[in-house]
């Protein structure tokens, strides 16, 4: 039976929403709701995992589980990138190993899983409308509007909101709080099953004139091939059912070689628009963002769940210390902040390493140095 008021309400059910629900439960008995818009059997994105990402997934109570759920090694990186030549990014001397190609819908329920055996609350197809902040015994706390799949308005009070929403950042933009937004992209996703399993355990990864993509072989013979473009080419790679986005991939070098050798079924394709930015502010009266919704990356850098997982870790720590009118020895803005200005210089540098094209549109916008950035404000 649902209560109709919450310590916490949490706004997403992906990997940075369950981590915080998850770190905070193990630490306090507090009455927890985490909601989500969809169905929790969705098609979520996002598939590799630096190695570090289990030092986390330990954090959260749920290695032993991780190692069984069938998730497969990654020993590295092969990509043509900045020349013609493959050249190999391998974790060969990471002390955290190899990375992870994951199986992941195994690993959204073990999250799924674990926070409900903590006494979490999970609410599927519910969509957060609006909040309104109101005070209640001189302490700070809000009212919740949520529609429910039978499309019925649903009203639950929350003393804390935590707003886990993605890259919309639907709570805190309620909040009038911006966004800064440095670059927009598009990811045109085919998730497949193949009829023959492959040995291929690296992702490929190939830069193209105007575009770059990204192939890898999953567990259950599974596999999933992205095209990261320009949002401007959306329609192209759409029509006819998605007609210039398979032939753009199966002529490429590097990735088509080994998909052109690959029989798939089940395939479906999806569309995903990416940003690079951040909150203004990532935290307030009684609300916190995380993962996305406070600062999102381009998959290039494979590092959303590990950030994800971070920050719910680190927001469970503001929580608590809320609820215990504590302070906490760290400051969560700044290790967003920092986290996202590292990202930014990652990421140009990444880009800057592809010359073979210096005129095109896709590579001069993503090769700017940071400060060069023209921020604009969502
Ligand atoms: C094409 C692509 C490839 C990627 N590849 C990788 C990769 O290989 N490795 C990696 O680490 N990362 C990857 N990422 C990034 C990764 O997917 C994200 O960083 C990660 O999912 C962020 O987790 P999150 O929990 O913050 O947000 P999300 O996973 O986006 O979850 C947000 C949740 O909030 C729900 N929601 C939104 N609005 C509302 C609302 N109003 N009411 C209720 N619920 C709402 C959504 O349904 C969703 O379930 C990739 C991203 C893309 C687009």
Redo the contacts with the bound molecule.
Sequence with gaps: MLKTQYDIVI???????LATAIATALKLNLTILV????SVD?Q??????PPETLLLIQQLGLKDQFLLDGHEPCPGFASVWGGENVGHNDFIVNPYGHSWRLNRHAFDMSLVTKAKSLSVDILWD????SANKVMRNNQVSYDLSLKTPAKDTYSVQAFFVVD?????A?FAKGQKVKKRVDDKLI?I?RFATLNQAHKGKQVRIEATANNWCYHTLLPQQKVVS?L?AEPSDRKTLENKAYHAFKTHLEGTDWVGRQIRELELRDESYHT?L?TSGMLEQVEGDNWIA????AA??D?IV???????LQHGILAAKVIISTFKQEETDFAYSDIVEKGYRHYLDNRAHIYQLEQRWPTNRFWQKRARIPHELTDSIS
């Design positions: 706004i997403g059910a992906g990997p940075s929403g909601i989500d818009q969809n969705q979520r994105v996002g598939e590799n995992i519910t969509r957060f409308i886990a929403s993605g890259s919309k639907n990811a996703v992205m990261i995903y990416i995380v993962g996305d919704a999102s990356f998959p494979a590092q959303g769940i590990y950030k994800g």
